[in-house]
């Protein structure tokens, strides 16, 4: 995990592993940069279930559960917006090809919900053509 | 077979699977994985389950713990049992919201409010 010194802008990278805990501890680090930008509570839930969803999606659908593939997340987090790459080495997918799963019929598979809660949680999420490349971000509400 | 310490409480209630969780995030794969295996093991154990999963003190849960959540609701109904839950956080329900899985699953504020009438259902 790499980071620039906090100021204007937070900015890393990390490269994780599927093991016990790699998430977590990565997860933690995210939460207290964006903690100490202020980030609220019902934003930091938001953002690490989208983080969540992300890297498990890279790891099982991306590189199809390889141990040896990594998943790749480099992130900036200023005061207003937090941006993160998710990247994976997969082949990459069709977002569009993915059923609805709020639909009567699909309520009851238990998979195919992690895309529907990135797009809701977060204020803007898209794939990088093939589709290994998730980009999304969150941006602050606008207060008066 | 796995000697990983258990990752759920199982009490019986007037013959109710009362069901709560060790930890308060339900985010990691082994974690739900194990989870699911420990429930389904209770589930077909009993002849028509009735199951309450109380989840008071989680605080954060992922699309794949819903998965499993799924598949338990599957499993208990097969068996001709019934599942209820109680006590989810107000930011875990709107996760259920989203996903419309509360149209799915039976939701009650309170453990106390979602045992009445199902110890004698």
């Not at chain 1, 690490?48 to 999606?57: D, G, K």
């Not at chain 1, 480099?74 to 990459?92: C, K, M, N, P």
Request: proline share 4%; hydrophobic share 40%; with cysteine.
């Amino acid at each position: 995990m790499t980071d620039s010194t906090p100021g204007q802008c937070d900015e890393g990278s990390a490269t994780i592993a599927e093991e016990n805990n790699a998430i977590e501890g990565f997860q933690r680090r995210i939460d207290e940069r964006l903690t100490a930008r202020n980030y609220t509570e019902t934003a930091r839930f938001g953002i690490r279930l989208a983080l969540e969803e992300a890297i498990m999606n890279g790891f099982h659908h991306g590189n199809q559960k390889d141990p040896g593939k990594r998943v790749e997340v480099r992130w900036q987090i200023s005061s207003d917006v937090a941006t993160f790459h998710v990247i994976d080495q997969g082949e990459g997918f069709d977002p569009d090809a993915v059923p609805d799963p709020t639909l009567d019929e699909n309520l009851e598979i238990p998979s195919g919900r992690g895309i529907m809660l990135i797009r809701t949680y977060m204020s803007q999420a898209f794939y990088h053509t093939p589709g290994n490349h998730l980009e999304m971000h969150y941006r602050k509400p606008v207060t008066k | 077979m796995s000697t990983a310490p258990s990752r759920i409480r199982v009490v019986d209630v007037n013959g109710v699977m009362r069901v709560e969780f060790v930890d308060r995030d339900i985010l990691d794969e082994a974690s739900i994985r194990q989870i699911g295996a420990e429930l389904a093991r209770a589930i077909e154990a009993a002849n028509a389950p009735r199951v309450l999963i109380c989840f008071q003190g989680v605080e954060h849960l992922s699309s794949a713990a819903l998965g499993s959540l799924i598949t338990v609701n599957s499993l208990i109904k097969k068996r001709g049992g019934q599942l209820r839950l109680s006590n989810i956080k107000k930011s875990i329900y709107e996760v259920f919201v989203i996903t419309k899985l509360h149209k799915l699953f039976q939701v009650f504020d309170t453990a106390e409010q979602a045992l009445q009438g199902f110890a004698s259902s």
